[in-house]
């Protein structure tokens, strides 16, 4: 079975709609693999100096996103929208991933982003202005969901095909399948590195990669003439 990896931020855990979504991915031929970064958690807080409330701790938040899960192939990312904490809200958090994993080109800026809420009406009334819409135009959620049909939208969005194929993240794709690989012909610049050496290049749009992968079709057009004996 194929996996699929999902990462939800919440600072509630949501088991039902959890153990919902693996059987309804187990039945279209998918396991489950959820990493949950609770914000429950006190190490995610801190005390407001100037009130003496305990609020999330955006910098805490931030630092261990970056340190743990910026470069992780993770296929959907779902965030709810409300923490119950006027510092931050679901939407900021997953507008600055979306901008620091694009920017930067890391791994998870390659995943479907959603935001869930068990009041959505209410959720949309704070897009009251053009600016606000704006902003979430340009982040370009895949999903806004009801929280009580994660596991039916979730399960939805991993079934619903590819609208655009990308070669780029297909080649990264097969290369991470064998990381340890050693390369050792056809392209000189990569000999003596790995698979998942060579992935990281062409992931980060470095010379190398780019120049690798034209390479690699040029390589390709001609076996397929030599195997297809095509006569001029």
Same mark, same amino acid.
């Given at each position: 079975?194929? =996996? =699929?990896?999902? !990462? ?9 709609? $959890? ?8 039945? =279209? ?47 959907? =990312? ?9 510092? !931050? ?55 806004? $969901?009801?929280?009580?049909? $994660?596991?039916?939208? !979730? ?63 040029? !390589?390709?057009?001609?076996?397929? $003439? ?7």
């Amino acid at each position: 079975m194929s =996996v =699929v990896r999902l !990462l939800y931020i919440d600072d509630n855990k949501i088991n039902s709609q $959890i153990d919902n979504l693996r059987k309804k991915l187990k039945n =279209v031929g998918f396991d489950l693999d959820e990493t949950f970064l609770d914000l429950s958690n006190d190490h995610y807080k801190k005390r407001d100096e100037s009130t003496g409330r305990v609020i999330l701790d955006k910098a805490k938040i931030q630092s261990y996103v970056n340190d743990n899960l910026m470069n992780e192939n993770f296929d959907i =990312v779902a965030s709810d929208y409300d923490f119950k904490d006027k510092n !931050l809200d679901g939407f900021e958090l997953l507008k600055w991933i979306k901008n620091e994993c694009t920017s930067k080109k890391y791994r998870l800026r390659r995943a479907k982003f959603c935001l869930y809420s068990s009041e959505q009406d209410k959720v949309a009334k704070t897009f009251d202005t053009p600016k606000k819409v704006k902003s979430l135009i340009k982040l370009k959620i895949d999903e806004f $969901i009801d929280r009580d049909r $994660i596991p039916e939208e !979730l399960t939805k969005l991993t079934v619903a095909p590819k609208e655009i194929y990308k070669h780029k993240d297909h080649l990264i794709k097969f290369l991470e399948k064998y990381p340890d690989l050693v390369f050792n012909s056809v392209y000189p610049k990569f000999k003596g590195k790995k698979l998942s050496d060579i992935a990281h290049e062409i992931d980060k749009d470095l010379p190398n990669g780019i120049d690798f992968q034209k390479n690699l079709v040029e !390589l390709t057009i001609a076996h397929l $003439i030599d195997l297809n004996k095509f006569e001029d």
